[in-house]
């Protein structure tokens, strides 16, 4: 089954700029390629069955040829670019803003230019059997998001950035579908569900616990993990990527 994947890319990319970086974060290159490949090739699965991708991105920086151009090349089906000229208020309401036009009955993905997974490692849940589904792998510290299961298997709760257990997710976030998406967003932040002021999208699957629906999650390999979202992190994928990256590394 098919669905819309919402990547949110308009981030200002400050501690890149810090480093000295001149380019928007998903142009910057390691082993030959831009990092918005990376984090796209993770989305190989969803790719594959056919599901259009939807790009939030900051305005003034030409993005949509960058983009355009990039996604001929992956085979990606692009159904729209949104250019913001100002930060939203978080992660969540970015992917709202970017499934403003799409089909409700449609499943969802929500996904950001920060991270590299094994290209083909994430694969789309069934809806029929959960109403959320959470990508997750064994990430060492607290700077992740986590789900915590009970002993079937079944997730009972997600934090931000407290280690409630193992289970640290890798920033891809999937929906049964764009209405329960919009939905669950209402009612979680009109009772006050932002963290530190900022709409984050973990602590939003907490009400679809709490309404008695089913989420769950699927363990990823450590060695299928890259980050990518700070300068140190890019350092450390450059000089040791994950086993999976050298087929898709273009030497120069």
Not at 35 to 47: G, P, V
Not at 182 to 202: M, P
């Amino acid at each position: 089954m098919s669905g819309v994947v919402a990547i949110t890319m308009a981030g200002m990319g400050s501690r890149f700029t810090k480093a000295g970086y001149d380019r928007p974060k998903y142009e910057i290159e390691a082993l030959g390629r831009p990092l918005f490949d990376w984090s796209m090739l993770s989305m190989e699965a969803y790719r594959e069955a056919g599901w259009s991708f939807c790009f939030a991105v900051r305005s003034g920086l030409n993005a949509p040829d960058f983009l355009t151009a990039r996604c001929k090349a992956l085979g990606i089906q692009v159904d729209g670019i949104v250019e913001l000229d100002e930060l939203t208020d978080g992660q969540a309401t970015t992917a709202l803003e970017l499934v403003a036009t799409a089909s409700e009955n449609q499943p969802l993905a929500i996904f950001n230019i920060d991270t590299y997974v094994a290209p083909g490692a994430m694969k789309p849940a069934d809806p029929a059997v959960c109403a959320g589904h959470v990508p997750c792998f064994p990430g060492p510290g607290n700077g992740w998001s986590f789900a915590r299961t009970d002993a079937d298997g079944r997730v009972v709760e997600l934090r931000e950035k407290e280690r409630i257990s193992d289970h640290a997710t890798v920033g891809l976030y999937w929906f049964d579908s764009v209405a329960r998406y919009r939905d669950v967003y209402a009612r979680f932040f009109r009772n006050s569900g932002e963290e530190k002021g900022e709409r984050y999208i973990a602590p939003m699957y907490n009400q679809i616990i709490a309404d008695g629906a089913a989420v769950s999650i699927s363990q990823l390999a450590f060695e299928d993990v890259g980050m990518l979202g700070t300068p140190e992190q890019l350092e450390a994928f450059i000089a040791s990527p994950p086993p999976s990256a050298a087929k898709w590394t273009i030497a120069k």
